[in-house]
């Protein structure tokens, strides 16, 4: 039988694929690690380069954004921050935490590894009390504390190193490079999104817990959910974004609330309660 011109290529890509595969596998079993909710996860950084990065990226915020100095705003959002970052491991932010608030309408909050906290002035208009804001701060630290910054860049490391090995296998047959991009597409909507979905209902665990054991209301969070929802309006399609849909969220939460609102007793009977005077809008 004589060999197909095409058997070689083909030959070529099947080892190309191997060694994908095998690399692959090193790559999960050399950098698998376990989330506080008991989930494996991908980690290829070292923490203290994730702390680095942190750090950098919050000072350039800070150099580039509005940041309210001193005042009452600032004085309730540490005050807010500082009754839940005894909850939290020392071992995340080594030199403590560092709150900003900063100057802006924009409805949002985030933690960076190295303990960095920001919230912009907007979200204090949709968190109306201490116990929402709680939420939003409790979820971002979450972040941190499940190390989703780390298992975000370790995936699309993974995802770019093995797409770029079958592109390689692919040659320049146009055929197999049209299947390469819809591989390409698969992997962002088949991988990367719904880890960021997961990374945020994750997050929504954690943080209720987090709320709860410094002594906020974790029924609070349901609500400031739903003052996001009439806040933002109707969101992009729930299977395509990086957050749950609001109805889902909102029903993890009340899932996990028996948990919560025990916690949030204990707490309040250790003498845990959170006296934060939100200033008048």
């Known amino acids: 039988m004589m060999t197909s011109p095409d058997r070689p290529s083909r030959r070529r890509a099947a080892r190309a694929l191997r060694v994908t595969l ?6 999960v079993v050399a950098a698998c690690a376990t989330s ?24 350039q915020m800070k150099a580039n ?28 932010a080594e030199n403590g935490w560092e709150v900003t608030v900063f100057d802006s309408e924009q409805i949002n909050a985030f933690a960076l590894p190295g ?63 049209e299947l390469m991009a819809v591989l390409g597409v698969g992997a962002q909507v088949g991988i990367l999104l719904p880890f ?40 992009p399609p729930a299977f395509l974004s990086t957050h749950p849909s609001r109805d889902q969220r909102i029903d993890d939460l009340q899932a996990a609330m028996p948990r919560a609102l025990y916690l949030y007793e204990q707490a309040v009977e250790a003498g845990r309660r959170p006296d934060c005077q939100r200033p008048p809008s």
């Open 22 to 27: 095998v690399l692959a596998l090193a790559l």
């Open 36 to 59: 506080p909710t008991g989930r494996s996860q991908l980690q290829f950084f070292p923490a203290s380069q994730m702390r680095s990065m942190g750090v950098e990226a919050y000072g």
């Open 65 to 92: 954004e509005p940041v309210i100095e001193q005042g009452p705003v600032v004085d309730y959002v540490e005050c807010v921050a500082d009754a839940i970052i005894p909850q939290v491991p020392a071992e995340y």
């Open 115 to 177: 303990g960095k906290i920001g919230v912009y002035t907007g979200l204090l208009a949709v968190a109306e009390n201490q116990d929402q804001l709680a939420a939003v701060i409790g979820h971002e630290i979450a972040h941190v504390m499940a190390e989703h910054a780390n298992e975000r860049m370790s995936t699309q490391f993974a995802t770019t190193v093995g797409l770029g090995a079958l592109q390689v296998a692919a040659g320049d047959d146009p055929e197999r490079q």
């Open 196 to 235: 960021s979905r997961l990374h945020e209902s994750e997050a929504d665990e954690i943080g209720l817990d987090l709320m709860a054991r410094s002594g906020f209301d974790p029924e609070a969070s349901v609500a400031l959910w739903r003052n996001m929802a009439e806040a933002s309006g109707n969101g």
